[in-house]
């Protein structure tokens, strides 16, 4: 009799410890006022949801299925999770920024189209290196995403950005993106500074990410070495379709990135481009000698031929 009490004595205060748990906080976009009928702006309300999570400590804001239009950009703040539904849409009607994600923050799930947009230039996911994503300190997170642009549109996908001196962005996880469209579906930019300073974008895993009609699929604009490097970046299991407007699939300013998957119809242009400003990169790919322009030094290519 003593251990059935016990028993039930310890399920109600798992129970009771579980619901009050931050970790199980639930706050859905609705109550705060979005409707994702496609009739309002949204992304006030979606801010109001992450702003009430981030002030509690943390949890996770959801968006339920429908089609939310967005006219500011949302910040998703620290130790929030921003789940969208499968049929969740994120539709911008104007040209911003879709989603700042902070230290510690992460978005999934549903769609980002920017289709809608006339000559849209900005991002639909980005990060900033001020926030100083350094390697063990933050567990920042996209994944499950489909990202929709104009075929032969401009802007970004994903894109992470540093200027300044002790900007980084490093142990950031990407998994299971389907993009289509843009300038660039991913870009890394880091920022020449002034001498003693230094800015990075390293240590980054991208896995799972699929790229279509883009003008260029893996974009990393940096440097082969400090200060202003951009090194050890992993792409895996990556697919890229190239088409007639595609300028390159891969193109890399950067050292000891690690690039493996398959690039499909490079008979319209160059697959892969390691610039002058490329050290020691790593490819593992399908792609032919006649579709890779290799002007670095020491770069690792293992090819179909």
Known sequence: MLSVSLSIF??????NDFF?????????VVKFGADGSDSKEDASSIQKAIDQ???????????????????????????????LSKGAILLPRRNVNVIHLRLDGSIQGGTINTYFVENYDSTAVYLEGKDRFLSGNHLTTISNIQIVG??????????????????????????????YGFDKAIY??????EQGNLNWINGNTFDQ???????????LDGHDSVPYEISGNSFNNIQIQLSERTKFGIYVKGTRNF?????????FNNAVKFESDSYKNQLISNVSKRGLI???????????E
């Open 10 to 15: 310890l399920y109600f205060e798992f129970k």
């Open 20 to 28: 009050n748990s931050e970790n199980v906080y639930e706050y859905n």
């Open 53 to 83: 999570a981030n002030k509690d400590g943390g949890g996770n804001v959801y968006i339920p299925t429908g089609t939310y239009n967005i006219e500011s950009t949302i910040e998703v703040k620290s130790n929030v999770t921003l789940n």
């Open 150 to 179: 104009k075929r032969k549109g401009n802007g970004n996908a994903i894109h992470f950005y540093t200027k300044k001196n002790q900007d980084c962005i490093s142990w950031v996880h990407v998994s299971n993106l389907n993009i």
């Open 188 to 193: 890394f930019k880091t920022t020449p500074v």
């Open 209 to 219: 990410i699929h790229i279509s009609d883009s003008n260029y699929g893996i974009y």
């Open 259 to 267: 690039f493996q998957g398959t690039i499909w119809d490079n008979k």
């Open 294 to 304: 290799d002007l670095g030094k020491q770069n690792s290519i293992i090819t179909a």
